[in-house]
Structures are given as structure tokens and as C-alpha cells.
Nanobody
Framework: VQLQASGGGLVRPGGSLRLSCAASRMPFSLYDMAWHRQAPGKERELVATVTSGGIANYIDSVKGRFTISRDDAKKTAYLQMHSLKPEDTAVYYC?????????WGQGTLVTVSS
């Protein structure tokens, strides 16, 4: 199983980025997907989840700015981020969970700075 995260980079405050998490060698449609992030000096935190049925949830600090989605045909999860703030700076990790397995992808760095 492999989760390949991409799409991070340097963006100015107020800007946008879209992260992608491409899965392979797994029955993607059966997994709930999530994005976590870890800022420098802080613990990793859950940012957003989307269930296998497509129900999305977010932490309060990103509601209205971030959108998590999935394309089961492409075996890819996305995190669309708008109105980015410096406090969104972190390494973002994708995560997959089923009844019996969990998997982490490698991180992708998002830096929000002017």
C-alpha cells in the first residue's frame, strides 16, 4: 500500500493550494480518508476527514476555508485550501483508515508566508 501526497509549496497569506493523496494497491473506496498536519514544534493534528460514503468533517480553524474530497475512480483524495494563513504552515499528511487497517502517507510541506 502506498499513499503519495503532493501539492505543497510556498504560498502568500490569502492564497490557495490543493493537496492530492494518490493511493495504490488498496481498495480505496472502502477507506475513510483524512488529512493531518504538524506544525513546527507542535503535535500532529487532524484537519479534515471524508468517509468512504463522502461525508466530510473539519476542525473549526479550517471550516469555510478548506474542502476535503475524494475521487474513488482515481483513488485520490484532495484537500483544497483557500484563504491560507501563516498558522496553516505545517507538514500535511494523508491518512487512510478501514475497519482493519490504517496507513499514513509521507508529508508534503505547506508554507504560508509573505
Amino acid at each position: 500500500v502506498q499513499l503519495q501526497a503532493s501539492g505543497g509549496g510556498l504560498v502568500r497569506p490569502g492564497g490557495s493550494l490543493r493537496l492530492s493523496c494518490a493511493a495504490s494497491r488498496m481498495p480505496f473506496s472502502l477507506y475513510d480518508m483524512a488529512w493531518h498536519r504538524q506544525a513546527p514544534g507542535k503535535e500532529r493534528e487532524l484537519v479534515a476527514t471524508v468517509t468512504s460514503g463522502g461525508i466530510a468533517n473539519y476542525i473549526d480553524s479550517v471550516k469555510g476555508r478548506f474542502t476535503i474530497s475524494r475521487d474513488d475512480a482515481k483513488k485520490t483524495a484532495y484537500l483544497q485550501m483557500h484563504s491560507l494563513k501563516p498558522e496553516d504552515t505545517a507538514v500535511y499528511y494523508c491518512y487512510a483508515r478501514s475497519w482493519i487497517n490504517t496507513y499514513w502517507g509521507q508529508g508534503t510541506l505547506v508554507t504560508v508566508s509573505s
